[in-house]
Nanobody
Framework: QVQLVESGGGLVQAGGSLKLSCALS????????IAWFRRAPGKEREFVAT??????NTYYGDFVKGRFTISRDNATVYLQMNSLKTEDTAAYYC????????????????WGQGTQVTVSS
């Protein structure tokens, strides 16, 4: 079992920044691949970024285009989001799995409750 708790969401103006955190606990979190997904109202769940268990290898969704950075430090995974756009408004979820660089939500077994990010124009 792995537990994930997201924090750091909020309301920000377009062009601003937010840093999301995902606190990890449980038996296997140090070995897990961790990913961020997001879901906007009326849209499908969308892959954002993933980091492997070492923290050395990362992979991003095409829409990120250098604006977001995922990192891992001991029992926390971060998502630094810069140059935010209104279309980044969504609930952001972190998740844990075993498949490196997977962009498929079906490969992630454990999920947090999510944190809301709202970007105003």
């Amino acid at each position: 079992q792995v537990q994930l708790v997201e924090s750091g969401g909020g309301l920000v103006q377009a062009g601003g920044s937010l840093k999301l955190s995902c606190a990890l606990s449980g038996r296997t979190f140090r070995s897990n691949v961790i990913a961020w997904f997001r879901r906007a109202p009326g849209k499908e769940r969308e892959f954002v970024a993933t980091v492997d268990r070492s923290g050395s290898n990362t992979y991003y969704g095409d829409f990120v285009k250098g604006r977001f950075t995922i990192s891992r430090d001991n029992a926390t995974v971060y998502l630094q989001m810069n140059s935010l756009k209104t279309e980044d408004t969504a609930a952001y979820y972190c998740s844990a799995g075993w498949t490196p660089s997977s962009t498929a939500w079906q490969d992630y077994i454990y999920w947090g409750q999510g944190t809301q990010v709202t970007v105003s124009s």
